[in-house]
């Protein structure tokens, strides 16, 4: 398996992101500080990390798939772009979906069925995945009709159906 060299500059006590098991994709990257995210609420989430991705690369934030299914928090630009050339600290934009009412429950991300409330990310919380990707370039050519080239399936938003 490939692997490429990204620098990392970590805050104290913060933890390095790492593949949970050999053949992950992503890597389970921590929430730096203990953070509330009421209901309807956004809120970046520092990681204490910076990195010096090697031109032609990005990094993806992409959203953990248990915190997904298991809590009404959303990662809310997923997936993100972290470019070769940002050099600031990753922070995870997340936004809690759950109903506001006036009385909120408070809940960890340990817990489970979904409960909708206020939501405690705690320091050292995994929260969402980095995944490397190398970026190609983009080469416009100027065509008349790009309809005739390749295939046509014709067809716009929603041509081929829901099932």
Do not use: C
């Amino acid at each position: 398996m490939e692997k490429i060299k990204v620098a990392i500059e970590i805050s104290k006590d913060e933890i390095l992101p790492i593949y949970a098991t050999p053949t992950d994709a992503g890597m389970d990257i921590h929430a730096y500080e203990s953070i509330y995210i009421k209901p309807q609420e956004t809120k970046i989430i520092p990681t204490g990390i910076k990195v010096a991705i090697p031109e032609g690369y990005e990094i993806q934030i992409r959203p953990r798939s248990g915190l997904s299914y298991k809590t009404p928090l959303r990662i809310a630009n997923s997936v993100g772009t972290i470019d070769a050339g940002f050099r600031d600290e990753i922070g995870i934009i997340m936004t809690n979906t759950s109903e506001f009412k006036e009385n909120n429950d408070l809940y960890i991300l340990k817990e489970k069925g979904n409960k909708k409330g206020t939501y405690l990310i705690r320091k050292g919380d995994r929260i969402a995945q980095l995944v490397l990707q190398k970026v190609p370039r983009i080469e416009w050519e100027v065509v008349k009709d790009v309809s005739k080239i390749g295939t046509n399936r014709d067809g716009g938003f929603g041509s081929t159906g829901i099932q």
